[in-house]
């Protein structure tokens, strides 16, 4: 049972750049978040999925994109990178059901030049 | 939307003392509020959660209170030894809970 899985577990780009960052999960949860933590300010919803085909935005959705073809699947785009978005990122997944916890991959960690 | 506010930022404690960390909320209709602990290079992991219709809940050394009325809630960690030292998040919700800061606990032998 691996959990959550997320990959690449760094990254270098060049501003302008895309990538999509990977998560997947192997628990059969429903749902599904992406995070980003910067120092000292916690971590910041980006996206968030309470199932396959549906998405929603959370605190900070500008210059990401989602989608959740599949249950294990929730991959987060990042269509023109810029400085700004150099960060850490987690992805969660979580039951669907009342008051559960989430479980976190280790992060991919961005670097934005 | 929820707002978490988490005290203090930083906590230096010796081996053996406690160490509590406070955090506030601002929505009155949520019920969950789980704590979290990283450590260097990992994603944050669950050590204890508490429900709204529940005042106190203790696992071994370590336990979290809650008080609605005051929209607060603590954790508390007894006789703290060096592998407690870490980051620490407090959160509201479930699914796509809203965290605190972060408090990142330092226990000196």
């Known amino acids: 049972n691996a959990g959550v899985t997320q990959t690449p577990k760094f990254q270098v780009l060049k501003t302008g750049q895309s990538m999509t960052l990977q998560c997947a999960q192997d628990?059969?949860?429903?749902?599904m978040s992406w995070y980003r933590q910067d120092p000292g300010m916690g971590l910041r919803l980006i996206h968030y999925?309470?199932?396959?085909?549906?998405?929603d935005q959370g605190e900070v959705p500008n210059g990401y994109n989602v989608s959740r073809s599949t249950t294990e699947d929730f991959p987060l785009r990042l269509l023109s990178a810029a400085p700004s978005q150099t960060s850490v990122y987690f992805c969660?997944?979580?039951?669907?059901?009342?008051?559960?916890?989430?479980?976190f991959g280790d992060g991919t960690r961005l670097s934005i030049l | 939307g929820e707002n978490v506010e988490q005290h203090p930022s930083t906590l230096s404690v010796q081996e053996g003392d406690s160490a509590v960390i406070k955090c506030t909320y601002s929505?009155?209709?949520?019920?969950?509020f789980p704590w979290y602990k990283q450590e260097l290079g990992k994603g944050p992991q669950l050590i204890i959660d508490?429900?709204?219709?529940?005042g106190e809940k203790k696992d071994q050394r370590i336990a979290v209170t809650l008080n609605k009325t005051a929209k607060h809630f603590s954790l508390h960690i007894t006789e703290t030894q060096p592998e407690d030292s870490a980051v620490y998040f407090c959160?509201?919700?479930?699914?796509?809970?809203?965290f605190g800061d972060g408090t990142t606990l330092t226990v000196k032998p």
């Open positions: 969660a997944s979580s039951p669907g059901q009342d008051n559960q916890p989430q479980h």
């Open positions: 628990m059969n949860h429903e749902y």
């Open positions: 999925s309470v199932g396959a085909g549906i998405t």
């Open positions: 929505d009155s209709a949520s019920n969950y």
């Open positions: 508490i429900r709204s219709n529940v």
């Open positions: 959160a509201s919700g479930w699914g796509k809970s809203t």
